[in-house]
């Protein structure tokens, strides 16, 4: 288990001091898949780098397994860091050394044997799909090819949790998508507790068990992904969920509502029988929806008209048929 407790960071800076966390309470279940999002400059690379202590905080305890970090003398912290593996946006592998010798890198610093390292790296190599790769270097590699030995170097010392730090920003949609699935398979195969760091929702919709959303170094919202994404309570986390939403609130008129999609039937054709039974125009100011096996899954904004009679009636129905939904302001 993975525990925050009052945690903050400032640094030292020629303005003056620069406050990156503040007060930060989290836990973190073994097991568990948990996002932490936000928009750039929120605090969220450096909460993550706080909880293996790459970057000491100035207040608060990071506690592992019972164990502060923060207490540790230097011999310590590093036997601990093998249990806490990281990956980042940036790939970070050595170019001089072929992709077997890029995992075999931290079990080197740790003494292994070669032989056994090699074991090691072949294993990992076969998990993340690579074998066919094993002498190829960085340079003869894909984006998503060198997040793959990145993952596997992060495994090689077998840890027990896993932090990744924006770790998709820089692929595609089709590789992030087979990197997500990868991470999906290692916590579940292999039981890492992994720790995901993103300012995509889509990224924590698709992985995450549970979500911390972070604002301005503070933490505004924690809860399970479901309820947060159906039922958002603070601005930043509706701002994430719906970001291009918010070109909508100049729109005058009447009373606008959320429709969440969470797994309702793709072939119920929502809006036309709130239009068709209710009786009630609306229109449809945003939608982000996609169809996952025959089930639809998303968001889609609406607006009713300015007679409170008819927004009523359109509420009516909603509630009548089970919809989720929010009112705007």
Not at 33 to 56: D, H, M, W, Y
Not at 226 to 234: D, E, G, I
Not at 267 to 279: A, D, G, R
Request: hydrophobic share 40%; proline share 4%; glycine share 6%.
């Amino acid at each position: 288990m993975i525990e925050l407790r009052g945690l903050s960071k400032t640094f030292a800076s020629a303005n003056g001091p620069i406050t990156a966390l503040k007060n930060i309470d989290l836990t973190i279940s073994d097991g568990e898949i948990f996002g932490i999002i936000g928009l750039s400059g929120a605090g969220k690379s450096t909460l993550v780098r706080c909880i293996n202590l790459l970057e000491r905080p100035t207040e608060g305890q990071v506690i592992i397994d019972g164990r502060d970090l923060t207490e540790m003398k230097q011999k310590e912290l590093l036997e601990m860091r093998r249990s806490i593996g990281m990956i980042f946006q940036g790939f970070n592998l050595l170019e001089q050394r072929n992709v077997t010798q890029n995992i075999c890198y931290p079990l080197e610093i740790a003494r292994v044997p070669k032989k056994q390292a090699v074991e090691r790296a072949e294993e990992l190599l076969e998990l993340v799909g690579l074998t066919d790769r094993r002498k190829s270097y960085p340079s003869q590699l894909s984006g998503g090819q060198k997040q793959r030995v990145a993952i596997a170097r992060a495994l090689a010392t077998k840890p027990k949790y896993l932090l990744c730090d924006e770790a998709t920003s820089a692929l595609d949609p089709a590789t992030t998508q087979s990197i997500l699935e990868l991470l999906k398979e290692i916590n579940r195969s292999m039981g890492v507790t992994i720790v995901v760091i993103t300012h995509e929702m889509k990224v924590i919709d698709k992985i995450c068990d549970k979500v911390a959303v972070i604002d301005s170094s503070e933490i505004a919202e924690v809860g399970e992904v479901n309820r947060v994404f159906t039922a958002p309570k603070s601005q930043i986390a509706r701002e994430l969920v719906m970001p291009n939403a918010q070109s909508t609130k100049h729109i005058s008129g009447g009373e606008k509502l959320r429709l969440v999609f969470n797994g309702e039937s793709s072939y119920l054709p929502v809006v036309s029988n709130l239009i068709m039974e209710s009786q009630v125009p609306v229109n449809i100011l945003f939608a982000d929806t996609r169809d996952i096996d025959g089930h639809a899954h998303g968001q889609m904004l609406l607006q009713l008209p300015d007679d409170p009679r008819q927004a009523e009636r359109a509420f009516s129905w909603l509630d009548a048929n089970g919809i989720t939904y929010s009112r705007e302001e």
